[in-house]
């Protein structure tokens, strides 16, 4: 495995990089912690405007060499109206802090982290001041609204714009995916020399297996795990359909529990009583990695019930990486990125079928060798290909060409010339 070793000679010595994300309060958003600490590694003063959220309320805290300033922000849009007073005062809270950080210490280059795809309102008047403008494409907006409201019109229109008016901002993008790179270049209409695959991938330093819990069992032989979040596009009201056809079928030897929290945990647990399922579903809300390597550790099975539709398609889920950290078989939908990542260390049940999905869990339950064998496959996968250690060069030759361009720009008085840049894709 590549050592994350310090780097501070390279493009981003000395920079200043203010990174902004709305959905998600750091350190808490893994990704943008592990992205922010690499910069920092290479030699970058890193500043981070993000939500404030449970247990991290602080409105700026230095963590780690980090500068972490934090907003409030109204309770997650519901509607139209919900949606414009939620986005309004994110935008106006990361001006704010913007311009304030720019005044207090500098900005060289600002990267957005969607969603929302309106982050670039933000950066655009640093752009007219000569600084640079990154796009850390996280989730499809336009695809995203339509797995959630189950339909396009003006709205999906708008989001397509404003996906479309950051792609034209950006200098470069970075994508999380082969799939997410190929919209930044088809729709996005960026040069494919300045998209760059950089995956979420674990940091295998910090997710360490620990010795199994029998008490997650609940005095059952097998466990089950589920991590993520409780939203209407996880399907985790497929996986209780799926728990429900177990039981159904008399296995009384099966403990699921399912971690994390999100605008659905309260109905789905109203759902699982609703269905008789309360004494074989544990439901832990948002967990402390203690107990979350716990679980993961003492699982014999993980699974992933994300919907598909197009939004679920073409995102990589961090759970099923995370899973694959702990060498643990997986069962999950049909998904054309689930099966980019997981490979031969997942079966893969029809689309939205919670009884084919029942039938993967049972067979896996059945066959200690095979989930044996999965386990690890999915351990050698990310330790060679997919952990965080192997994506911190791909961000570091994206920053590389983000400031190379810039000085190719300066020396010739005029546009950059573009050439060719470092191989972007990880597939």
């Not at 351990?379 to 192997?390: G, I, K, M």
Request: charged share 25%.
């Amino acid at each position: 495995m590549p050592d994350i070793a310090n780097t501070a000679d390279g493009a981003l010595a000395g920079r200043r990089v203010l990174i902004i994300v709305e959905n998600l309060p750091s350190p808490f958003d893994r990704r943008v912690w592990q992205e922010a600490g690499a910069m920092r590694d290479a030699g970058a003063k890193v500043s981070i405007i993000c939500p404030t959220g449970k247990g991290y309320e602080a409105r700026f805290e230095r963590l780690d060499g980090i500068d972490i300033h934090r907003h409030p922000l109204p309770p997650e849009g519901n509607g139209a109206l919900g949606y414009l007073i939620e986005y309004g005062a994110a935008l106006f809270w990361e001006t704010v802090l913007a311009w304030r950080v720019f005044f207090s210490g500098g900005v060289d280059v600002i990267q957005a982290c969607n969603p929302p795809d309106l982050i670039f309102l933000v950066a655009a008047p640093f752009k007219l001041l000569g600084r640079k403008f990154v796009f850390d494409h996280h989730d499809i907006c336009p695809e995203l609204f339509e797995a959630k409201f189950g339909r396009r019109g003006a709205f999906h229109r708008m989001l397509t714009l404003f996906e479309r008016l950051t792609f034209a901002l950006a200098d470069i993008s970075i994508a999380t995916n082969e799939s997410y790179r190929q919209i930044a270049i088809a729709r996005g209409r960026m040069d494919p020399r300045d998209v760059f695959v950089v995956r979420s991938g674990p940091d295998l330093r910090r997710l360490k297996p620990v010795p199994p819990d029998p008490r997650w069992r609940n005095g059952r032989r097998f466990l089950v795990g589920y991590v993520g979040v409780m939203g209407e596009q996880e399907g985790v009201d497929l996986l209780l359909d799926a728990v429900a056809a177990l039981v159904k079928r008399g296995r009384d030897d099966v403990q699921f529990c399912i971690v994390g929290g999100g605008p659905s945990l309260a109905s789905l647990r109203e759902r699982c009583a609703a269905q008789g399922l309360d004494p074989y579903v544990t439901f832990t809300g948002r967990a402390p990695d203690a107990d979350l390597f716990e679980i993961l550790s003492t699982a014999d099975v993980c699974v992933n019930p994300d919907r598909v539709n197009a939004m679920n398609d073409k995102s990589t889920m961090n759970k099923i990486l995370e899973y694959m950290a702990f060498g643990k078989p997986i069962v999950q939908f049909e998904l054309t990125e689930g099966r980019v990542s997981a490979a031969d260390a997942s079966l893969y049940a029809r689309p939205n079928d919670p009884i084919d999905m029942a039938d993967k869990i049972e067979a896996l339950l059945a066959s200690p060798e095979t989930r044996e064998r999965m386990g690890a496959i999915g351990v050698a996968r990310v330790a060679e290909d997919l952990s965080w250690a192997h994506q911190v060069p791909k961000l570091m030759a994206a920053y590389d060409r983000l400031f190379s361009r810039g000085r190719r720009n300066s020396a010739l008085g005029g546009p950059a010339i573009r050439t060719q840049g470092v191989g972007t894709g990880d597939e």
